[in-house]
């Protein structure tokens, strides 16, 4: 079934519209949870959680691609998971390597002004990933929006793991430096 | 700021951005530059060796059964998989011989999928090895009077760094045979083979491959590189590491014509190369380690030289603040492609020494260097791009990765005296690495397959199929027959049916 034609049935209120979504992505949220929990449990979890704000949310959202809209849901829902029981069990995910990779840019320090600036972040760093070439992009995107291997990145992008490994660690460093000049402390 | 706030941030970065990536996810076939599909089919295979959970308690949780997970997108078909090692053909001979026929039996021994547990820094790990044993044993009969001595091939879908166990060990007779090998071209480099041979998915691409005469070429001779070119080599570099220069790099500037010039390059870390006005550069860091200064880096120039070339010295890659003290041999000389290629053949070779592993490395230096050569020669003309629609970069160290890893046919061939009015009976023995979907995750699927006839010019008149040591595994699909619980573990094929195959799981073992 296509993409509208779900959505279609979740403005109208037919229970079909999860069953749909079920069959369609289950696959796919259930990847992107995988990578940031490590846990088929909590992911179960996860899904259940996204097909309920996917009913919640529509109407009055009407997502043209429900993939995307999906997946930002999974994904956010999923790391909060993350944070929850981190401090419980430490976690072997890609989510939490994704963690200790980008240490490289940051300092790891918080403050009240920069926890105000997350707006100001979210739009610098939009600005970075325009500016990469679109296998940079890719390769960023594929590896920290979500939180897939090293491998399967660049299985898919057609490179080798060590390339991916040395570009992500080159596009980590420009990073940093943008940052620095937008004026976010490390 | 804590690296939550980026991954926070990125979750809110715009859709266009995300669905970039969503399709190549999703998609079924690898993208990127045509000589590097191969090297990542060989990285996938990477996943094949599976190390299944933790502690011995939890150890089965990703191996267990899927249940309905995974089923959205695998649709299970036992055609197409993400990482496929291809099918097992059957033997063949050089050219027809009318009077032979041949009987075939092919067994999968599953024996590699029972359980070891390995004690890792005190922690109990349960491992097993998704290989299954496959022995292919042919009963071959001359039914004419007379003793004949024929040239067999038995083909063997993989790559130059397969482990040695999965290349095949042939006996005649119970006892081994001498083998030539003879190496097919990898399937990106086959003029007019299309964008679907590039990545071998499917037997059905294999099928198509061998259709097109791809037998023939593994026999063909090596093209030549007698181009000329002017090489540029970058040596003795320096420019020591501190808190003002983090990582000092040196930076080859140039300017060339793509309209008149191919650049190839090798041992850069990165590379520049502004389309429009000709302004390049190839980038690399200086090695702080001893073992690092007799470093060199090649960029070769196919057609009108460069120009303005300068060599300058930075803090660190990010080629903003220059380094003074930073600085490097640069020498220019011309050769022939051949030459400059073999020298960095050989180079590439002694550095990494991963392929030496491989039972099929054992081909002479030379051979290597040709099936480089004929990889190389398939990406000589200006202007080729990639599946992107971008221009590619020329590394010849991906080139190199991908001569070594990327799918092909080989074909083992030898010399077997067929008495008259009697028979021989042919084995190929080896371990095969199963074809996998969503490799290492908790919807894998591992599948091993097999052809009739494909590419034999045998007379078959009867094929079966067996496994042993079935106990360790659980056949999830398949279209053999089998039904070890029943006792079904040797089935007759069916010849008109071209391709068998089975997916299987680990059985938990408790």
């Known amino acids: 079934m296509k993409d509208e034609e779900i959505v279609a049935l979740y403005w109208e209120r037919d229970e079909q519209a999860v069953l749909q979504t079920k069959e369609k992505y289950e696959h796919y949220l259930t990847k992107i949870s995988y990578n940031i929990l490590a846990d088929l449990e909590d992911c179960r979890e996860c899904v259940n959680d996204t097909y309920l704000a996917a009913w919640n949310s529509m109407p009055e959202h009407r997502p043209n691609v429900l993939s995307t809209y999906l997946g930002r849901m999974i994904r956010q829902i999923s790391i909060d998971v993350f944070r929850k029981k981190t401090s419980q069990k430490r976690r072997d995910s890609e989510y939490a390597l994704s963690l200790e990779e980008l240490e490289d840019v940051v300092s790891g320090g918080v403050s009240p002004e920069q926890a105000l600036e997350a707006d100001r972040l979210k739009e610098s760093l939009s600005s970075f990933l325009r500016g990469l070439s679109g296998e940079e992009r890719k390769l960023f995107i594929g590896r920290y929006y979500f939180f897939d291997s090293l491998k399967r990145t660049a299985d898919y992008l057609g490179m080798s793991e060590g390339k991916a490994k040395s570009m992500l660690y080159r596009i980590r460093m420009r990073l940093k430096e943008y940052l620095v000049k937008e004026g976010f402390e490390p | ?510």
């Open chain 2, 1 to 510: 700021m804590r690296s939550e706030e980026i991954l926070d941030a990125l979750g809110s970065i715009d859709d266009d951005l995300i669905e970039q990536v969503n399709g190549l996810r999703e998609s079924k076939k690898k993208r990127g530059r045509r000589w590097i599909l191969q090297t990542a089919v060989a990285v996938a295979a990477c996943f094949c060796l599976v190390v299944v959970g933790g502690k011995v308690w939890d150890s089965f949780r990703l191996g267990g059964n899927p249940g309905n997970l995974g089923t959205a997108n695998g649709a299970g078909d036992g055609e197409t998989y993400d990482c496929y090692t291809g099918p097992v053909f059957p033997l063949s001979t050089l050219e027809e011989c009318p009077g032979l026929s041949a009987e075939r039996n092919i067994d999968f021994d599953f024996s590699p999928y029972k359980t070891k547990v390995e004690n890792i820094d005190g922690e109990k790990w349960e491992q097993y090895d998704s290989k299954s044993i496959i022995t292919d044993e042919y009963q071959v009969k001359n039914s004419s009077p007379e003793e004949k001595t024929v040239t067999f091939l038995y083909p063997v879908a993989g790559s130059l760094d397969n482990e040695p166990e999965e290349n095949p060990v042939v006996r005649i007779d119970g006892k081994e045979a001498e083998t030539e090998l003879h190496i097919g071209p990898c399937p990106a480099e086959i003029s007019g083979a299309g964008e679907d041979l590039e990545e071998l998915n499917s037997w059905k691409e294999y099928k198509a491959l061998v259709e097109s005469g791809y037998q023939r070429m593994a026999f063909d001779a090596f093209p030549v590189l007698d181009k000329r070119v002017i090489v540029y080599e970058l040596s003795q570099m320096h420019g020591e590491e501190s808190e003002e220069a983090p990582a000092p790099a040196l930076n080859l500037e140039f300017r060339t014509d793509f309209k008149h010039t191919q650049l190839f390059s090798y041992n850069f870390n990165g590379e520049e190369n502004d389309y429009d006005s000709g302004k390049c550069s190839r980038g690399i860091f200086i090695s702080q380690d001893e073992s690092g200064k007799d470093e060199k880096a090649y960029l070769i120039v196919l057609g009108e030289d460069i120009k303005e070339p300068v060599l300058q010295g930075y803090t660190d890659m990010g080629f903003e603040k220059k380094m003074e003290q930073a600085g490097g041999t640069l020498k220019r000389y011309e050769c022939s492609l051949d030459e400059i290629f073999s020298n960095i053949v050989k180079e590439d070779l002694a550095k990494e020494k991963g392929w030496k592993n491989s039972d099929f490395s054992d081909i002479p230096i030379e051979t290597f260097i040709s099936l480089a050569a004929e990889q190389l020669d398939g990406e000589i003309g200006i202007f080729r791009k990639n599946a992107d629609g971008e221009y590619y970069n020329g590394s010849l160290e991906e080139l190199f990765m991908n001569v070594y890893s990327c799918s092909r046919i080989m074909y083992l061939t030898f010399d077997v005296k067929l008495p008259g009015e009697g028979s021989v009976t042919i084995t190929a023995s080896m371990r095969r690495e199963a074809s996998t979907d969503n490799a290492g995750s908790i919807e894998q699927r591992n599948a091993y397959d097999m052809v009739t006839r494909l590419g034999s010019v045998l007379d078959f008149t009867e094929q079966s199929a067996s496994v042993t040591n079935a106990e360790y595994i659980e056949i999830t699909k398949q279209n053999f027959g089998f039904a070890p619980e029943k006792g079904i573990t040797k089935v007759t094929l069916d010849l008109k049916k071209e391709h068998y195959f089975m997916e299987v799981q680990k059985k938990l073992q408790r």
